[in-house]
């Protein structure tokens, strides 16, 4: 059993209070990137490939951009300029599409050629295929 004597002294410190009330905030508010400039990822591993989840709804998927270049794989987001209409006047505007650049490091396990991405539901969807590794076939030793 470990015991931890805490002296605060009925005190806060101003950086726990920060921390604290961070906490209680839902994940990402508070944070740079819940404002759009880095928009969240999920990536997964299956035996074969990596699956690139990246949360960007409301765009277009001809605004997306992306490059691979010596190892690094990187997603961009630039938002072209809308076109004014006289026909109507905005009186409030709450929309916010803000570019942004991700970049991945990628190691020499993926398939550089077979990398495919998709848009659908506000999700852009990239595989990274694995090489294929050379495996040892099996050997029978026998026994003198």
């Not at 190892?71 to 809308?82: A, I, P, R």
């Amino acid at each position: 059993m470990t015991l931890v004597k805490v002296n605060n002294n009925g005190h806060r410190s101003l950086t726990n209070f920060v921390d604290e009330f961070f906490q209680g905030l839902p994940a990402g508010l508070g944070r740079e990137e819940s404002f759009g400039f880095f928009p969240p990822v999920n990536i997964h591993e299956t035996a074969d490939a990596y699956h690139l989840e990246l949360s960007a709804p409301g765009r277009s998927k001809e605004d997306f951009k992306i490059a691979l270049d010596n190892g690094q794989l990187t997603v961009s987001f630039e938002k072209k300029e809308e076109t004014k209409t006289e026909d109507y006047k905005t009186v409030r505007k709450e929309f916010s599409f803000k570019s942004f650049k991700r970049s991945f490091n990628l190691d020499d396990q993926i398939e550089s050629n077979g990398i495919q991405a998709k848009y659908e539901n506000g999700v852009l969807k990239l595989l990274l295929p694995k090489k294929e590794q050379v495996k040892d076939a099996a050997k029978q030793i026998s026994i003198q």
